[in-house]
């Protein structure tokens, strides 16, 4: 069975920090995508990024990038200089095979920017 | 950009009542999905929809649910008879395609009193 784990409940950062939200997932499926999400305090569900598990090139956009490791199932996102409008939690998430729209949701990281 | 929209914002029902959620989603995609998330808990799968039927459903999606396209525009989700543990975050979600990310609606917060 599929499952993700966010091993980090909470973060806190002071603005203009570096920070990495860590994501590990568990599949038997070698065909998969893997996801990150946002949802700011307004409770919407942002879309950031999807991967598949065929494609382990880095990805940045803009302060964000994501670390993808197929040999240590890791997803992992970070945040360069983060800012106050970052705080919300990230949610890392992983489909697997012919069920792309079910997706399978980490605990999810709560992050916190302060200024 | 087109988005997936969801009526209403928030909900109270009284345990026992039946309630309806509703959902527009982006009008050419053919499949579509609601997902639920309780207060402060990670974002869980109910169902599945495509071709005016159930494509999958999870262990939480009981006989209490169902799922419907009424129209052309609409996707529903009705819970027949409410309990206090029902209370959440509903997201509706639609895809063009199986492979193509999922659209997220803005959620409708149900509370059960």
């Known amino acids: 069975a599929q499952k993700v784990t966010q091993a980090q409940t909470e973060i806190s950062v002071v603005e203009k920090e570096d920070v990495t939200l860590d994501c590990v997932y568990e599949?038997?499926?070698?065909?998969?995508?893997l996801f990150w999400y946002k949802q700011p305090p307004s409770g919407e569900l942002v879309f950031l990024i999807r991967r598949n598990s065929f494609d382990e090139q880095n990805e940045i956009s803009g302060r964000y990038s994501w670390n993808f490791q197929k040999s240590t199932s890791s997803f992992n996102f970070t945040i360069t200089a983060s800012q106050v409008v970052d705080s919300a939690v990230y949610f890392c998430?992983?489909?697997?095979?012919?069920?792309?729209?079910?997706?399978?949701f980490g605990q999810g990281t709560i992050l916190t920017v302060h200024p | 950009e087109p988005e997936v929209t969801q009526t209403p914002s928030h909900q109270v029902t009284q345990m026992g009542q039946e309630v309806i959620l509703r959902c527009v989603p982006i009008?050419?995609?053919?499949?579509f999905y609601w997902y639920r998330q309780i207060l402060g808990q990670k974002v869980e799968f109910l169902v599945s929809?495509?071709?005016?039927?159930?494509?999958?459903k999870s262990e939480i999606f009981d006989d209490q649910f169902s799922v419907e396209r009424p129209d052309g525009s609409n996707f529903t989700l009705k819970i027949r008879s409410t309990k206090l543990e029902d209370s959440a975050m509903y997201f509706c979600?639609?895809?063009?395609?199986?492979?193509?990310?999922?659209?997220f609606g803005n959620g409708t917060r149900l509370t059960v009193t």
């Open positions: 929809f495509y071709n005016n039927e159930i494509s999958e």
């Open positions: 599949t038997r499926d070698t065909t998969y995508y």
């Open positions: 009008s050419n995609h053919l499949y």
């Open positions: 979600a639609s895809s063009s395609d199986p492979t193509e990310s999922l659209h």
């Open positions: 998430a992983l489909s697997e095979g012919t069920s792309y729209g079910k997706l399978t």
